[in-house]
């Protein structure tokens, strides 16, 4: 049983440092705002998830859990909503999404 | 040891989004990077807490998170309006509006 | 059972008189209260001088905690002496205050501005009283944070840019203080100052407690504005309201000079036999720069308040080149000049309160033919402006006196000569002063009208006590020069 | 943690402190220097809080099993610290938005030039 | 952003769990990392996030000035209350063994009680420094 | 190793403010800077002190500065390269160097600052002045050293907050009548 958590927690934080690598140079790479959110996002919500369960398998301990599991819900709720808001606000400032054949955005200014 | 490596892996995308606040170009993409460099922070102070062996300092990471939420909300609320007072509530908030 | 606790009230008093000032609220209670808590801590500083004078220094701990643990209060002969003058500035500057102060501040926040003032006061008296460098640090900046919002309280809009900038510099001093207290507490581990006196032996010539040492001493010369790090210092006394203006010129660098001394002397053990050495050369070499550079200044100014505020810079020459002495009667000098100085500009800033109500500008073109229209403000005024210069009777003389005669025993003689020389820039400004309000005549069609009694007396006592002190000079420098024995080290 | 760490981490923190110091006497723009002095005292924090470190300790909160813990006393003179300087930097703020009202900028060359005509 | 639905919904759904978070700050802040400090600015950070998603006027209205002003007087007054009648049982200023017969419970409540006090203090404070301004225009 | 790569994201993080002349995104990376403080700090041991830099710094200073931007500006005006303080930094920075280098190794557990006083705090067994040793019982020390041993100085820390919101209301609150010149 050990054995199956340890091993389950390595795959689970290998693939969340993963997650998380791939949206950080996602971030970097993307050309244009709304293509990083979805980077950023990516990250956020997977990379954080596996991370934080990868952690969880490792504490059973009740309260580690207890609190591993509030930063969790905490992340996916408030991430995807700052994300949101972020999108919305930045459509209403009028940067719209780059579309393929476009000059890349992010050169021009 | 997969500890440590998560570690550095959030440390490499901490970077990269330190990189991406430096250079903007817009206002939304620091704001963007300095939401994922404090989930980033979040995810650090978690793993480092299991490295160093004291995980009862997990209130922390939950601090991060929370302080983290509200620096963007605050950015956020001040490139849209410009000011933190009151808002007219306008119903005719142009593309703002609407529920979802 | 009182006596016991009387360092702690010193302090209690007033720091819970302010929030409560903030409960109560309504004007005229809020000023009833304030002005019965300070002249209580005067009255508290007062028994406390006299205990320890009769008994010796005390120790107070706070929390009940043995000294290097907790934190405690050390009080000799020349932090209650230092009380006892702080609190007195405190409670004749607010007893002057109402009048002025309706003039001055928006009804609705007095309650605050009443806070603040007794914070501020405080925070002065916090310094002086502990023994624990760290709270030191603490207590330095409630003082100064409630300055730099009492002197934004000025009229003139350059009140703010004057806090502002004073706010900068102020903030970049208490964060070297803090580096040097680290680098201290680094070598030493320790905070309190009397331990730390012991343990630093030891390290006295590593690199780390010399940075410490420079660190410490240029953060203090910011927060006293001792010339070239004065800058902050014209403004913040020129815009601030007069009453505001009048405490902090009587008291808050005098604090900043303590602490040096404090720390130079019961810290690092600066003793007779290390005295004249070549620091002690460079400090001298500053003063007296900062003191001629500063007359001079104050000389060409057209406004009166800058000029007193350019002659307090060269006011603090005087005293750290007391300290440079590093000697019984320089630093009785000090000392004694800390207190006269605190009651002669204290004395003169009410004076300008009085001319600002009354004719509503104090340049020196406002101020022509006063000496007609406002005798007794005007007279007052001229005494305290005696004292400055350094006049035979008035308390400034003493101060001179002592000094002359510190420089004499270390066979200067041209600091002696070039200390009398400096009192005769201060006769200039002094005099072109004179010579406007009673040599010129007043602008047609004004009527004679003195300032409320409600100002005079105060300003009146300031002065008048500055007389008394250059006669009964026991009172001041007799326990000067017992503070300076006690921290050379040389009294039991 | 080794040796060569021993006195580097401090020359680190040594140009940050200087980085931030440099801001604040350099720029003329008042609420950078704010920033500035923000930066400044963040990293006279931590230049206390290495002093504190203590080789092979953990956090100074006593649980059984472990035996060797830093040193508490400059965490406790940070947290008073960070007090502070959150109340300096409010206080400067609060004067910025006043001056600003009053003279229309923020920057110190032109409040001087105007202030200087009054 | 008072537009924002999602953003309004999710801030409701968090703020009383930030307040239920400060308070475990609070009281377990002799346990783990935190006190009364950290907590105080937690629950000022409850209501700064419900005034920047709801506007300053429903925060005035839960919130009002002068109240706030009061309360942050309130909590330097319980902090030196201790300490005064410690002084008055006997002991020294803030000598927290005074105040009961068993010291080391009385260390205990001591600390309790003074945590709370800085607190109220910085709660208060950080919510109404907010609010001056927030209050303020530019322009006007 | 982890150390040194926050180090080197603080030296970079500083540098950007002194470059760019956005304040907008200045205040941003001081929030950033604060983060990466903390998260120092929290490595150091100081979870405490960690805690309340990331609250306080990250969270609460930047809410004030961009309410300040949003009354103020946005854009510094000039961000030009001056001598004189740069000497006296580099003055400074010497000092400091120079006081480094008597200066016990970082973690050395035979430095002062670990051998007085603080071995008495983490045992718990702080003498009173009578000489008889108090417990006070409490897990985290620096809880107990904050709010007992050295509780006078939280309580001077207590007054300064409240100093800064007296000094706040007093600078910022409308009069009620608007006649303020």
Not at chain 3, 238 to 251: D, K, M, N, Q, R
Request: proline share 4%; net charge neutral; with cysteine.
């Amino acid at each position: 049983m050990a054995l199956v958590l340890d091993i389950l927690s390595w795959g689970l934080l290998m693939v969340g440092g993963t997650f998380a690598v791939i949206g950080g140079v996602g971030l970097v790479r993307l050309p244009d705002l709304f293509s990083r959110m979805h980077g950023a996002g990516i990250t956020d919500t997977l990379g954080a998830g596996s991370i934080l369960a990868g952690l969880m398998l490792v504490s059973w301990d009740s309260l580690i859990t207890v609190k591993l599991i509030a930063i969790l819900i905490f992340l996916l709720l408030t991430s995807p909503t700052a994300t949101h808001a972020l999108a919305r606000s930045a459509i209403a400032e009028g940067i719209r999404p780059w579309t393929a054949g476009q000059e890349d955005p992010s050169s021009s200014e | 040891m997969k500890f440590a490596i998560v570690m550095i892996a959030v440390l490499v995308t901490m970077v990269l989004a330190l990189s991406r606040a430096i250079a903007g170009p817009t206002v939304f993409d620091r704001i963007l990077a300095l939401n994922m460099f404090g989930t980033k922070t979040v995810l650090l102070i978690a793993v480092v807490s299991f490295l160093v062996g004291r995980p009862d300092f997990l209130d922390l990471a939950l601090v991060y998170a929370l302080v983290n939420f509200i620096g963007v909300i605050a950015v956020l609320r001040y490139s849209q309006h410009g000011h933190f007072g009151d808002v007219p509530a306008d119903p005719g908030d142009g593309e703002d509006g609407g529920p979802i | 059972m009182i006596r016991d606790q009387l360092p702690a009230l010193q302090i209690v008093v007033p720091l819970v008189a302010a929030p409560l000032c903030v409960v109560l609220r309504r004007r005229a209670p809020v000023l009833t209260f304030a002005l019965a808590v300070v002249w209580s801590t005067f009255a508290i500083a007062l028994a406390l001088l006299r205990q320890v004078l009769a008994d010796g220094p005390l120790v107070y701990a706070l929390g009940g905690w043995a000294a290097p643990w907790g934190i405690e209060y050390r009080v000799d002969a020349l932090a209650a002496f230092v009380l006892m003058f702080v609190s007195l500035m405190g409670a004749v500057t607010l007893s002057y205050a109402p009048r002025s102060l309706t003039h001055e501040i928006p009804k609705d926040r007095l309650h605050l501005f009443v806070a603040a003032f007794l914070l501020c006061l405080t925070g002065l008296l916090g310094i002086v009283i502990t023994g624990d460098l760290f709270n030191v640090f603490v207590f330095l900046e409630i003082s100064a944070l409630s300055s730099y919002v009492l002197i934004a309280m000025g009229r003139d809009r350059r009140a703010l840019t004057a806090a502002f900038h004073y706010l900068v510099l102020g903030t970049i001093g208490a964060t070297f203080i803090l580096i040097g207290i680290g680098l201290l507490y680094m070598m030493t581990g320790t905070l309190n100052m009397a331990d730390m006196a012991t343990r630093i032996t030891a390290v006295m010539g590593t690199r780390t407690v010399l940075a410490a040492f420079g660190f410490l001493s240029v953060g203090l010369f910011i927060k006293m504005a001792l010339f070239p790090l004065h800058v902050w210092l014209p403004n913040a006394y020129s815009y601030a309201p007069s009453t505001v203006t009048a405490f902090l010129a009587a008291t808050a660098t005098k604090v900043s000079v303590y602490v040096m001394l404090r720390f130079v002397f019961s810290v690092t053990h600066v003793r007779m036999d290390f005295g004249y050495s070549d620091l002690g050369a460079l400090t001298i070499a500053f003063s007296l720069a900062g003191i001629f550079v500063a007359s001079t200044v104050a000389i060409f100014q057209n406004d009166v308040k800058r000029m007193l505020a350019y002659s307090s810079v060269a006011q603090i020459g005087y005293m750290v080149l007391g300290i440079s002495f590093a000697s019984v009667t320089g630093l009785t000098a000090a000392i004694v000049h800390l207190f006269n100085h605190a009651l002669m500009k204290g004395g003169l800033f009410l004076a300008m309160g009085c001319f600002a109500l009354v004719i509503g500008g104090v340049r020196l073109k406002d101020l022509e033919g006063v000496g007609r229209r406002m005798p007794w403000t005007t007279f007052a005024w001229v005494l305290g402006g005696l004292s400055l210069i350094g006049i035979p009777g008035t308390a400034g003389f003493i101060s001179k006196l002592y000094l002359i005669r510190a420089a004499l025993e270390l066979d200067v003689w041209p600091v002696a000569a070039l200390i009398l020389l400096s009192s005769l820039l201060a006769l200039v400004y002094v005099w072109r002063v004179v010579e406007v309000a009673y040599f010129r005549p007043p602008p047609e069609g004004v009527e004679r009208r003195e300032a409320p009694w409600s100002m005079l007396i105060p300003t009146w006592a300031l002065v008048g006590a500055s007389i008394v002190f250059g006669v009964w000079t026991s009172g001041s420098a007799g326990v000067a020069a017992r503070a300076a024995e006690l921290l050379i080290g040389i009294a039991p | 943690m080794n040796g060569l760490f021993g006195l580097f981490n401090y020359w680190v923190v040594i140009v940050l402190m200087m980085t931030g110091f440099y801001i604040v006497i350099s720029r003329d723009n008042l609420i950078k220097k704010v920033i500035g002095l923000n930066i400044f005292q963040t990293s006279v924090f931590l230049l206390y809080i290495s002093i504190g470190k203590l080789d092979g300790g953990t956090a100074p909160i006593v649980k059984e099993g472990l035996e060797s813990y830093s040193n508490p006393l400059p965490s406790v003179l940070i947290l008073t610290a960070i007090v502070v300087g959150v109340a300096t930097t409010s206080v400067a703020l609060a004067l910025i938005v006043r001056i600003r009202e009053a003279f229309g900028t923020v920057e110190e060359d032109e409040i001087i030039k105007i202030a200087g005509t009054e | 952003m008072k537009r924002q639905s999602i953003l309004r919904v999710v801030s409701k759904l968090l703020i009383p769990y930030i307040l239920l978070f400060a308070l475990y700050v609070q009281f377990h802040g002799d346990y783990g990392p935190g006190g009364g400090f950290q907590a105080g600015v937690i629950f000022a950070a409850a209501f700064i996030l419900y005034g920047l998603v709801f506007g300053l006027e429903p925060v005035r209205r839960v919130a009002p000035p002068e109240v706030v002003e009061k309360v942050a007087a309130l909590g330097v007054l319980v902090y030196a209350g201790v300490g005064v009648v410690a002084m008055l049982k006997g002991g020294n200023f803030l000598d927290y063994s005074a105040l009961e017969q068993h010291k080391a419970h009385a260390q205990h409540h001591g600390i309790l009680i003074i945590e709370a006090g800085v607190g109220i203090t910085v709660a208060a404070v950080m919510i109404s420094i907010f609010q001056a301004f927030a209050a303020r225009r530019a322009g006007r | 190793m982890i150390l040194i790569a926050l180090l080197a994201l603080l030296v970079a993080t500083a540098w950007t403010v002194v470059r760019l002349r956005s304040l907008f995104a200045t205040v941003m990376l001081t929030g950033i800077y604060s983060f990466l403080g903390a998260s120092w700090m929290l490595l150091l041991d100081a979870p405490d002190v960690a805690f309340t830099e990331a609250a306080v710094g990250a969270g609460i200073s930047t809410v004030i500065m961009l309410a300040t931007l949003s009354l103020t500006t946005r854009e510094e005006k000039v961000c030009r390269f001056r001598v004189l303080p740069l000497l006296v930094v580099v003055a400074t920075g010497a000092a400091l160097v120079y006081a480094t280098l008597d200066m016990p190794v970082h973690g050395d557990p035979a430095a002062p600052a670990h051998l007085h006083v603080a071995p008495e705090y983490i045992a718990d067994v702080v003498p009173t002045p009578d000489g008889e040793v108090l417990q006070v019982g409490i897990p985290n020390v620096v809880t107990a050293v904050l709010a007992s041993y050295r509780g006078y100085d939280t309580l001077g820390e207590t007054v300064v907050i409240f100093t800064a919101g007296v000094a706040v209301m007093l600078l910022l609150r409308r009069p009620r009548r608007e006649d303020e010149s």
